[in-house]
């Protein structure tokens, strides 16, 4: 199985980090809310004993990252709260990378705006195979009917 991609990072004025959503769009880690728990995932003994399971969630109310337009569009379509978890790996860190860009590509595709339909026609010879196939079809059926006695 590929792993997964790293979410793209970018190092903010302080030491922290920030979580790249889109072109426009960056969150700040101090945003999204981490936390590590026992893992039911790869690791034999090793997951009984080590917190590797990573669950990251984001507060879509609290956020001063996302503008109004954008706050409103993710509630309509992911709801107050975005939570990705993460238990595929043995690391815990390796496993924090996953959640972060599981929970980046949930927030993405919650503002991902849909390309709207443009309203076309049926094309003149598209019509014309239309008719042609319901003559054909009309036409197999009559053969099928038994003869009429005149």
């Given at each position: 199985m590929?792993?997964?991609?790293t ?5 903010e004025d302080?030491a922290g ?9 960056t969150?700040?880690r101090a945003e ?8 039911s995932g790869?690791?034999g003994q ?10 990251a ?5 609290a956020?001063?990252?996302?503008s ?5 569009r993710?509630?309509?379509?992911a709801?107050?709260r975005?939570v990705a978890?993460?238990?595929d790996?043995r690391?815990q860190?390796?496993n924090r990378?996953?959640?972060?860009a ?7 595709q ?7 339909r ?28 038994p003869?009429?006695?005149t």
């Open positions: 590929p792993a997964a991609p979410p793209p990072t970018e190092p302080g980090k920030r979580l790249r959503i889109n072109r426009e769009l969150i700040p999204i809310e981490l936390r590590a728990s026992r893992s790869p690791g090793h997951a009984n004993v080590t917190a590797s399971r990573v669950e969630s984001f507060d879509v109310l956020s001063a990252s996302l109004e337009a954008q706050r409103a993710v509630l309509a379509r709801g107050p975005l978890i993460a238990q790996e690391s860190a390796r990378e996953l959640a972060l599981r929970l980046g590509e949930r927030l993405a919650a503002l991902a705006v849909p390309k709207r443009r309203a076309t026609r049926p094309t003149t010879a598209s019509r014309e195979r239309r008719l042609a196939s319901k003559r054909r079809a009309t036409e197999r059926k009559r053969e099928r009917r003869p009429e006695d």
